[in-house]
């Protein structure tokens, strides 16, 4: 008795919980290919010359919605940990433009440092997305 009190309990707990987004999009919209949309990057590779070891850069890959959906950014998730990317929470409508950003710490990684972004999202096609950027880290002085 007392676990299925337990269960009901739950139950109605779980059923109770909506999400306060009024976009109507949702968690399974990733999965969804009625819910699918295009997207245009608009810059998706960059190469960002030479900067001093110990410089944090400062990375941002510009994007389009070029479909009828919202574009809903599920995951970015960078090649190391020497990069931070910011996850976006907010879809982004039909038309509109939006960024993926990220953070990249130069300490200790003298050299070229090609570093790539993996993004998924819900897109026609493939609903992952590769953006590359390269920079020359130079020993500080």
């Given at each position: 008795?007392?676990?299925?009190?337990?269960?009901?309990?739950?139950?109605?707990?779980?059923?109770?919980?909506?999400?306060?987004?009024?976009?109507g999009?949702?968690?399974?919209?990733?999965?969804?290919?009625?819910?699918?949309?295009?997207?245009?990057?608009?810059?998706?590779?960059?190469d960002f010359?030479?900067?001093e070891?110990?410089?944090?850069?400062?990375?941002?890959?510009?994007f389009?919605?070029?479909?009828n959906k919202p574009l809903?950014i599920?995951?970015?998730?960078?090649?190391?940990?020497?990069?931070?990317?910011?996850?976006?929470?907010?879809?982004i409508?039909?038309?509109?433009?939006?960024?993926?950003?990220?953070?990249?710490?130069?300490?200790g990684?003298?050299?070229?440092?090609?570093?790539?972004?993996?993004?998924?999202?819900?897109?026609?096609?493939s609903?992952?997305?590769?953006?590359?950027?390269?920079v020359?880290?130079?020993?500080?002085?």
């Amino acid at each position: 008795m007392r676990y299925l009190l337990t269960c009901l309990i739950a139950a109605s707990l779980i059923a109770g919980c909506k999400s306060n987004d009024k976009s109507g999009v949702t968690a399974n919209t990733i999965i969804d290919s009625t819910q699918f949309t295009t997207i245009q990057w608009l810059d998706s590779t960059k190469d960002f010359g030479k900067i001093e070891e110990g410089q944090k850069l400062e990375v941002s890959f510009r994007f389009k919605n070029t479909g009828n959906k919202p574009l809903v950014i599920e995951k970015v998730q960078p090649s190391c940990g020497c990069t931070v990317a910011e996850q976006s929470t907010e879809p982004i409508a039909p038309g509109a433009e939006g960024q993926v950003k990220a953070s990249f710490n130069s300490e200790g990684r003298t050299g070229v440092n090609h570093k790539t972004l993996f993004v998924t999202a819900n897109t026609k096609g493939s609903q992952s997305h590769s953006l590359q950027f390269v920079v020359q880290v130079e020993k500080k002085s």
